[in-house]
């Protein structure tokens, strides 16, 4: 049935498995608001390991999980400027710290580091 106000959304968030080389390229050249996100998760992520992130193979569990974190902050981001807000989250493995993020118990430095 309808209801009044706002649709309520739930945001999920995936866990390795899923990534592919060059997942985060079109988003990345696209939206600054994406773009930032990603950068500083790449600066992170290189002060922490030494390691390109958006750049590494993506089958190493080590970049994996991290530039699917990555990503997924990214995506958020990019739903947040939509004016999109998730009443709820969810998440498998990885996804459980991008699902933190996204209820904001969770720093995107913290989730690199963890």
Known sequence: A????????T???TG???QYPGMADALH??????REVLDACEHHYRDLTGD?????PSEH???AQPALFALQCALVRLWRE??????????????????LY???????????RL
């Open 52 to 56: 390109p992130l958006l750049t590494a």
């Open 2 to 9: 309808p209801q009044e106000g706002p649709a309520r959304v």
């Open 11 to 13: 945001f999920q968030f």
């Open 61 to 63: 569990t080590d970049t």
């Open 29 to 34: 050249e696209r939206f600054p608001a994406a």
């Open 82 to 99: 939509a004016g999109v807000e998730p009443s709820a989250v969810t998440g498998h493995s990885v996804g459980e710290y991008a699902a």
């Open 102 to 112: 996204a209820a904001g118990a969770l720093s995107l430095d913290e989730g690199l």
């Open 16 to 18: 390795q498995g899923s």
